[in-house]
């Protein structure tokens, strides 16, 4: 299984973000997919989570979206703070849905993608 995450890089403050993940190696479409994201210096955190059978989800200031076809699942937000700036990972869930344990429900992580959000 192989997950790789794009879309990360120097960002301006204030801008927008679109990362993508895209998976090989299983049928995605099968499984809920997570994105985390890892600040310096802090603990990684779950930022969303998509269940099979959702194409698109807004949480919070994110919005998760997946395109089964591609095997690629999205993570966009805009309005980008100094906080946003991390490790972005992609993550496939053991479930199909997003439990209230999703966090914690991961067999597949990708390597990230850096995210700097600069002013």
């Known amino acids: 299984v192989q997950l790789v995450e794009s879309g990360g890089g120097l960002v301006q403050l204030g801008g927008s973000l679109r990362l993508s993940c895209t998976a090989s190696?299983?049928?995605?479409?099968?499984?809920?997919v997570a994105w985390f994201r890892q600040a310096p210096g802090k603990e990684r955190e779950g930022v969303a989570c998509?269940?099979?059978t959702t194409l698109n989800s807004q949480q919070g200031r994110f919005t998760i979206s997946r395109d089964n076809a591609k095997s690629t699942v999205y993570l966009e937000t805009g309005s980008l703070k100094p906080e946003d700036t991390g490790r972005y990972y992609c993550?496939?869930?053991?479930?199909?849905?997003?439990?209230?344990?999703?966090?914690?429900?991961?067999?597949?992580w990708g390597q990230g993608t850096q995210v700097t959000v600069s002013s």
């Open positions: 993550a496939v869930s053991k479930e199909t849905y997003c439990t209230n344990s999703w966090r914690t429900d991961i067999n597949y």
């Open positions: 190696g299983l049928t995605l479409r099968s499984f809920a």
């Open positions: 998509i269940s099979r």
